[in-house]
């Protein structure tokens, strides 16, 4: 199975800047990576699907890079309710595989 | 807009089968092909990918669950069921069903059910 290893696992930033957040896969998944956001007591919802492509209704300050096995969540100027935990997941092999998460705080 | 919503009982006796049904609306099993799939997060931890069911009746389960899991599909009550036998107290979990987008990334998500696995 493939892993995911996301960093950091908690990333500690004031509204208003710009985060950063890292996904690596044990082997190249291409760009079948998608990252998702999960708020307390709710479900995880779809940002970007295929590295790089906001899902409907995504914000523009989401982006995603990446491929192969190095892959990259950008949020360009952090609103209040940007602060949750977000997953990578890859799509390349079953089983689909997640990250462990970056939570992402207000400092 | 499609919509899923999971139900079953809360808590299951150890070695007992887990059983939680999905209910999906606004959207059929026979249309578009997609899969349907069960992911669960242990309490203040990640997701963890159950298996999927395709509309055909083909189903795909993580090899980590050693064969403890059954998923089925009634689409004349547009129903997907996930059964987990032989539980433990390590199954304890929010189950969520999902669908996926086309695109094998999971867009549809049901609110989530915790399931203890107490005695």
């Known amino acids: 199975e493939i892993v995911l290893t996301q960093s950091p696992a908690t990333l500690s930033l004031s509204p208003g800047e710009g985060a950063t957040l890292s996904c690596r896969a044990s082997?190249?998944?291409?760009?079948?990576l998608g990252w998702y956001q999960q708020k307390p007591g709710q479900a995880p919802r779809l940002l970007i699907y295929?590295?790089?492509n906001r899902a409907t209704g995504i914000p523009a300050r989401f982006s995603g890079s990446g491929s192969g096995t190095d892959f990259t969540l950008s949020i360009s100027s952090l609103e209040p309710e940007d602060f949750a935990v977000y997953y990578c997941q890859q799509r390349s092999n079953w089983p689909h595989t997640f990250g462990q998460g970056t939570k992402l705080e207000i400092k | 807009q499609v919509q899923l919503q999971e139900s079953g009982p809360g808590l299951v006796k150890p070695s007992q089968t887990l059983s939680l049904t999905c209910t999906v609306s606004g959207g059929s099993f026979s249309s578009g092909g997609y899969y349907w799939s069960w992911i669960r997060q242990h309490p203040g931890k990640g997701l963890e990918w159950i298996g999927y069911?395709?509309?055909?009746?083909?189903?795909y389960y993580n090899p980590s669950l050693k064969g403890r899991v059954t998923i089925s599909l009634d689409t004349s009550k547009n129903q997907f069921t996930l059964k987990l036998s032989s539980v433990t107290a390590a199954d304890t979990a929010v189950y969520y069903c999902a669908r996926e987008d086309g695109y094998n990334y999971w867009k549809y998500w049901g609110q989530g059910t915790l399931v203890t696995v107490s005695s």
């Open positions: 295929d590295a790089s």
């Open positions: 069911i395709h509309y055909s009746g083909s189903t």
């Open positions: 082997q190249s998944i291409t760009s079948y």
